[in-house]
């Protein structure tokens, strides 16, 4: 049974960096394709990057340019480098498969960013 465990949200000002990561238990992890989505209060959760298996990147209009997903198969774990970070970023940030698979959503990582 497959686990994700979202780390390194935190606070920071607007312009700042961020890098999340997301630890995977499981076998089969390097066969998904991946994603970080987010989820602000009273909003719908959202795809903001995706890695296929073979490390092709897709991301959301709002965020490229200043993330970047990155995965280690080896490692069973999936990055977000998020730089020039601003305050509509704010959200809690999960991995999952994509697309999602609702068996595997974790207890996120909050990043919130403002002065």
């Given at each position: 049974?497959v686990?994700l ?6 606070l ?7 890098r999340?990561?997301?630890a ?16 602000a209060p009273?909003?719908?959760r959202?795809?903001?990057a ?6 092709s990147t897709?991301y959301?209009?709002?965020v490229?340019g ?5 995965r280690d198969?080896a ?6 480098q ?6 509509e970023d ?7 498969a994509?697309?999602?698979s609702d068996?595997h959503?974790?207890?996120g990582?909050?990043?919130?960013v403002?002065?």
């Amino acid at each position: 049974q497959v686990q994700l465990v979202e780390s390194g949200g935190g606070l920071v000002q607007p312009g700042g960096s961020l890098r999340l990561s997301c630890a995977a238990s499981g076998s089969i992890f390097s066969i998904y394709a991946m994603g970080w989505y987010r989820q602000a209060p009273g909003k719908q959760r959202e795809l903001v990057a995706a890695i296929t298996s073979g490390g092709s990147t897709n991301y959301a209009d709002s965020v490229k340019g200043r993330f970047t997903i990155s995965r280690d198969n080896a490692k069973n774990t999936v990055y977000l480098q998020m730089n020039s970070l601003k305050p509509e970023d704010t959200a809690v940030y999960y991995c999952n498969a994509a697309p999602s698979s609702d068996d595997h959503w974790g207890q996120g990582t909050q990043v919130t960013v403002s002065s």
